[in-house]
């Protein structure tokens, strides 16, 4: 059985392209997940996002374990059998959620005390804890539970909150490996982090080399700081991480953000934009995203991309129909845009590695970027 | 071309079963026939209505007149190709919305004046206009304009309402005949009114088989009367209407009022009960309607009707997952449900019709009615 084997098959200036095996299936790279928040990729049935040409999906510890709990999926036979979705799951560490949605938040060194958001119920969170959250649900991606500020922070803050990450990395890693079958067949990645400093960076890709991982995160940024900056720092921060492992930007983003990223070496995203647009009437296509709610699409027989594969593009599905089911709060106009989107995003994902392989990514990242960005107003 | 033609191939007591052939494909009866409110079956693609058996679903004229109106989906190709559904479609007349959704009507010999539920624009309706909306969206199948009244009523006003509704039949009929190359292309189905009165009933069949029909529908039930009452006048309604021509039940209704009406001659029926229960969490099953926001479900392995043939009982869908998507309010959960209770209707239907065919129907209503009311609590 491969647990996990990262292979590049070819690289493009800094950007690489290649598969990681593991027992559920092959994840092909750059890859982008989508986001499947609560069991469920939102609007989607899980087929519908493998045949979109999603090979993993990310699951949020968070919400499942406050519903249903991870030891009910536990008992259900593990979150692959619960929601039908049979190739790799990713699941974040909880942290992020436990920060940004829940109430009365307590953080010490043991971890992070929170009351839940549905019910105001206490519960505790620490690198054990949410490996162990993690293990139940069987996850095949497991991250590392970190700390994060929200950045722009004082220097002293981030650095504070790196060197804990780094404390928690070193504790989910031995929390991971006394998983006993699950470790065997699971990976663990940890996260990088310090901000924007390029040094706090290199600290902390050398702290999580110590100890060891399947794949590396680049934590902390996509919080507001902008594409600028974070392309700036994706100038230096995937170069100090181990060539041989997969890397991956957490809640990564707009198509010219994964591009940008992909150019500079990052290998995994994932982003509820896709699905979250869809289901606000927002549809991304070849020539920008548009606005189905525009009263300018209440008359157009186009379909939403006449080069998309998905279902509605290619059987004539018009921007007429959706614009009416959109306006119509009909919850068909977010099944059909949600399932648009995710096609959009993995045919982006397909389109860059294809360049990689060819070694045509700059010529490809132009001509994409230029036309995405260079738009009528929709 | 086939404008209309209804075969009857077996009957079994005042049951019937057969086919209508339309130019846009076979119906075969009794037939169920989804709702389609606004140019979509809700939660539902068109394609995975048909995949559950349904030759033919129901468009509502008063919806799709105020929104998106129907010059635009005239303009746009017509309600099948707006909507991507190419079977045959059935529109009511919208004469039963106007009553019970818009503000400030006011009737008249000519029609009811109304303001749209939605924003409050004035609209007039009349055999006429009603005729002509429904030639624009390119109905298959066209529904007279009737008036209604809510039961129970004095006999006086039952009475004037069907004599009402016959002379709006006539001139329904006379303004579908000079629709030109639709009326020459769709069929138009008179409406049977008269309340629960057994007299009024035969006058108001006599009208209508006066002017002439390719169906007829027996209108102005399922309004609160109760099945016992409904029953009751079906066991003399629609031996009242020709034999040769199909007779629709409009509005109905629960597994075991289709069953009860089926035995008593009804080929046509439509419900939004299938799709509204499934966006609340309620499953239709052989063994009776279930609850899936009850906790019992909580950790229920078992799909939710082993015998049923939609993609989520052939797959394995546990009761549990269903109980986690409807609690948690996700989207996911009225898709699957919408989806497993049309193809419980669709599968109810063709066992219906199996039963017809070999002269079973008595132990087969017998035997479902036994299964589907003797059940434990949901």
Redesign the interface.
């Known amino acids: 059985m491969t647990r996990f084997v990262f292979h590049i098959t070819a690289t493009d200036g800094p950007a690489r392209t290649g598969a990681i095996t593991m027992r559920r299936g092959t994840i092909r790279t750059p890859a982008f997940m989508p986001v499947g928040t ?3 990729v ?4 899980a087929s519908e996002v493998a045949a979109a040409g999603a090979d993993i999906i990310l699951g949020n510890t968070y919400h499942l374990m406050l ?2 709990s991870a030891e ?1 999926i536990a ?3 593990g979150l692959h059998n ?3 979705w049979h190739g790799p799951i990713l699941t974040d560490s909880g942290g992020y959620q436990v920060m940004s949605l829940s109430a009365l938040t307590k953080r010490s060194e043991e971890g992070v005390s929170f009351a839940s958001h549905l019910d105001g119920t206490r519960h505790m969170m620490s690198p054990e804890r949410s490996m162990e959250i993690q293990r139940l649900l069987g996850s095949d991606i497991v991250m590392a539970f970190d700390e994060l500020v929200a950045l722009p922070a004082p220097r002293e803050a981030v650095e504070a909150a790196m060197h804990r990450s780094m404390r928690w990395a070193r504790r989910s890693r031995d929390a991971f490996d006394a998983g006993g079958e699950h470790a065997e067949a699971a990976a663990l990645f940890g996260i990088q982090q310090g901000g924007l400093d390029e040094r706090l960076r290199a600290e902390s890709a050398s702290h999580l080399q110590e100890i060891g991982f399947d794949g590396y995160a680049i934590g902390g940024l996509a919080v507001g700081e902008g594409q600028e900056a974070m392309f700036g720092c994706l100038d230096h921060a995937p170069g100090q991480l181990p060539e041989a492992a997969p890397r991956y930007l957490m809640g990564v983003g707009k198509p010219d953000d994964i591009v940008g990223a992909v150019q500079r070496g990052v290998d995994m995203f994932d982003c509820v934009l896709p699905t979250r647009s869809g289901r606000n009437g927002q549809a991304f296509t070849r020539s920008g995203p548009l606005n189905l709610r525009n009263a300018r699409h ?2 157009d ?1 186009a379909p939403l991309d006449a080069e998309c594969g998905c ?1 509605s593009c290619r ?4 921007r ?2 959706l614009h ?2 959109v ?2 709060g ?3 106009g ?3 845009m949600t399932e648009h989107n995710i096609w959009f995003y993995q045919e982006l994902m397909a389109n860059l590695r294809a360049a990689i392989a060819a070694g045509t990514l700059t010529s490809f990242a132009a001509s994409f970027l230029g036309r995405y960005k260079n738009r009528d107003a929709s």
């Open positions: 609560a069991a469920t939102k609007a989607l049935r519903r249903p009910r008992r259900l036979g619960f929601m039908g209440n008359e027989q279902p059987t004539g599905v018009s007429a129909y009416h089911l306006k119509s009909e919850m068909l977010a099944i059909l």
